[in-house]
């Protein structure tokens, strides 16, 4: 009995370190010189969230804002498919968001058209909690949304993609 306890003990602890490091590996980062992936632009140069999409296979794409993912990313017919990851706005800074916690797209919630500004004009700032997000809201404005309530049509994206569909 004590050796089964020592190996469900062990089974714990690895379970528990593999889900550490897991989110330890749910930061969003991206280098100085870095273009993103749906319109060129340098994604250190601008300020606000940023977003990371990948896809088994595939190589990481990162965009300079979180609208310029969804512009690209929503009307993919394989976005079942894609990790899509954003800065949590509730733990970056907003003027240099370089490194940050990231969150789950699909899971986040979105303060659309805030004052704040960042590349591609109106904000889109996403968060983990819906409770910060409208605290958010509250100061700088915008409409709340879940992830399930955006489309290219609300954000009002170019007709035009870079991205494979």
């Known amino acids: 009995m004590s050796q089964f306890k020592k190996s469900a003990a062990a089974v714990v602890f690895s379970i528990l ?3 550490s490091f897991s989110l330890q590996a749910e930061s969003l980062s991206y280098g100085d010189k870095e273009s993103c992936s749906g319109c060129g632009m340098i994604v250190s140069a601008w300020p606000g969230p940023k977003a990371k999409v990948e896809k088994k296979g595939e190589t990481t794409q990162t ?3 979180v609208r310029c993912m969804l512009c690209n990313t929503l009307d993919r017919v394989d976005i079942d ?3 899509i990851r ?8 907003w003027e240099k968001p370089v490194d940050g916690h990231a969150i789950d797209a699909k899971s986040a919630w979105f303060v659309v058209g805030s004052r704040r500004r960042a590349t591609m004009g109106a904000s889109i700032a996403p968060f983990a909690s819906k409770d910060e997000a409208r605290l958010f809201q509250e ?4 409409t709340l949304m879940s992830y399930e309530e955006l489309s290219t049509a609300r954000l009002k994206c170019p007709k035009k993609r870079t991205l494979s569909q």
């Open 139 to 142: 100061t700088w404005g915008g």
């Open 81 to 83: 498919e894609l990790a």
């Open 63 to 65: 965009f300079c804002s």
């Open 17 to 19: 370190a593999g889900l």
């Open 86 to 93: 954003v800065h949590d706005t509730a733990r970056i800074d």
